[in-house]
């Protein structure tokens, strides 16, 4: 088994986490949804104002690599993207401020469950010097488990992108190494902030989402017209061939970091 290191002052009581939820200023019923959730399990919510990236025009937009994006990821950033992108920023600097120890980050369309503070609870017992633990993820391929069992069951993926920052706990070294290295925007939010490897940080996830999703979630409130769909923001294939090596290179350093 592995070593779960030593205990420290990150390990807290389940019902003592506080949930830092990035919300729009426009959407008031995704915000009393997850409060409510939040309520019935006992748990304090923070409420997060998120960035509208549709609300800002591209040349205002601060902080971001167009070309390294497209580069890397064989497409144009979409508003939306952006404005996930500034929204976790924020949330970081929340947590950051907040001088908490430990703390989770939500975005508005999911649902907090009992197991949800349960799982960060547990795993930070076993390994209090984590930086990030992922509880949701859009896929999981190829886990190995790091310790713990049940709810509190953590590990790395050999495969990837998992995809997802829907929710995430984060030690408060860990929301400075996020914040400060990702400042420059160059990847969209959810693939850039779970390269441990790249950070230098100690990145882990659950095997399974510990969180519901709202039914609220089904519509987006992040692709809102057709400047916005994905597939238009797609270069031609030919120009891809750098992104197909940084995937790839990338995918040898994710497997080489879940098998440490």
Known sequence: MRSTGCRSQHTIEAKALRFFVINLDRSTERWHEIAQSAADIGVDVTRVPGTDGAAIPVAEWRDVDHDRFRRSHGRIILPGEYGCYR??????????????TVAVICEDDIILKPET?????????????????KLANHR?????SHGGEGVGKFGRCVHGPQG?????????????ILHDALQTMWLPWDIAF??????????????????????????????????????????PLFQRTPTLLFRALD??????????
Request: with cysteine; aromatic share 8%.
């Open 194 to 235: 779970e390269r441990g490897w790249a950070l230098n940080a100690r990145i882990y996830t659950v095997p399974r989402k510990v969180i519901g999703f709202s039914k609220l979630s089904r519509g987006s409130t992040i692709t809102t017209s057709r400047s916005s769909d994905y597939k238009s923001s797609k270069i």
């Open 164 to 176: 997802s920052a829907a929710c995430y706990a984060v030690t408060r070294e860990g929301a400075r």
């Open 117 to 133: 503070p349960a799982a960060v609870a547990a795993i930070l017992e076993q390994k209090p010097d984590l930086h990030v633990l």
């Open 140 to 144: 999981i391929r190829g886990f190995v």
């Open 251 to 260: 995918y040898v350093r994710r497997a080489a970091y879940a098998l440490r």
């Open 87 to 100: 929204s976790h920023l924020a949330a970081l600097q929340a947590v950051i401020d907040s001088g908490e």
